[in-house]
T-cell receptor, first 115, second 114 residues
Framework: EAGVAQSPRYKIIEKRQSVAFWCNPI?????LYWYQQILGQGPKLLIQ????????DSQLPKDRFSAERLKGVDSTLKIQPAKLEDSAVYLC?????????????FGPGTRLTVT | DAKTTQPPSMDCAEGRAANLPCNHS???????VYWYRQIHSQGPQYIIH???NNETNEMASLIITEDRKSSTLILPHATLRDTAVYYC???????????????FGQGTILTVHP
């Protein structure tokens, strides 16, 4: 079974530039999550999709961050314009959303450095 | 969401059992305890979860106290590859916008040494 795919693995940009990350979840997984992990901290949920609908984006900085999952499969997360404090690893995860089991499978992440 | 408390770091000798504690004194009756780990430069990896009973799988065992206010993750024979950050997470009840949401804390850095 293929895992969660993310690209790029690394990205370096200057502040005020824009950047986009891509995620392809495990086949058949209806739920997709984007997390932000700042160095030394645990991952923080940014947004959760159920198929192509958003079910939780309460911690997404909507003035600069956006995400979409148009066909209910892969997803993109965009930052525009980037700030220095956006430097972090962006993790994508997916799950089947089976009742009683919410195991999330994580991708390797994209490490973003904003200079 | 129930909060968890874990020691910031622990050491373990290779081949010995690693016992990682977690306090979750405000857990509700229908909340599960989940454990994930994160090896350096990788995404978190699911280990095990439980509600009331002790659980065991190929990776680890989970011991939950009778009052459910604390739990212990046991790696029976730790190897160098088990060096990672271990997160204990209390998952909120199903339903609503928190369905499936995981709230990660700081976790415990487990170092397995030769």
């Amino acid at each position: 079974e293929a895992g969660v795919a993310q690209s790029p693995r690394y990205k370096i940009i200057e502040k005020r530039q824009s950047v986009a990350f891509w995620c392809n979840p495990i086949s058949g997984h209806a739920t997709l999550y984007w997390y932000q992990q700042i160095l030394g901290q645990g991952p923080k949920l940014l947004i959760q999709f159920q198929n192509n609908g958003v079910v939780d984006d309460s911690q997404l900085p909507k003035d600069r961050f956006s995400a979409e999952r148009l066909k209910g499969v892969d997803s993109t997360l965009k930052i525009q314009p980037a700030k220095l404090e956006d430097s972090a690893v962006y993790l994508c995860a997916s799950s089947l959303r089976v009742v009683g089991s919410y195991e999330q499978y994580f991708g390797p992440g994209t490490r973003l450095t904003v200079t | 969401d129930a909060k968890t408390t874990q020691p910031p770091s622990m050491d373990c000798a290779e081949g010995r059992a690693a016992n990682l504690p977690c306090n979750h004194s405000t857990i509700s009756g229908n909340e599960y305890v989940y454990w994930y780990r994160q090896i350096h430069s990788q995404g978190p990896q699911y280990i095990i979860h439980g509600l009331k009973n002790n659980e065991t799988n190929e990776m680890a065992s989970l011991i939950i106290t009778e009052d459910r206010k604390s739990s212990t993750l046991i790696l029976p024979h730790a190897t160098l590859r088990d060096t990672a950050v271990y997160y204990c997470i209390v998952r909120p009840p199903a339903g609503g916008t928190s369905y499936g949401k995981l709230t990660f804390g700081q976790g415990t850095i487990l170092t397995v040494h030769p």
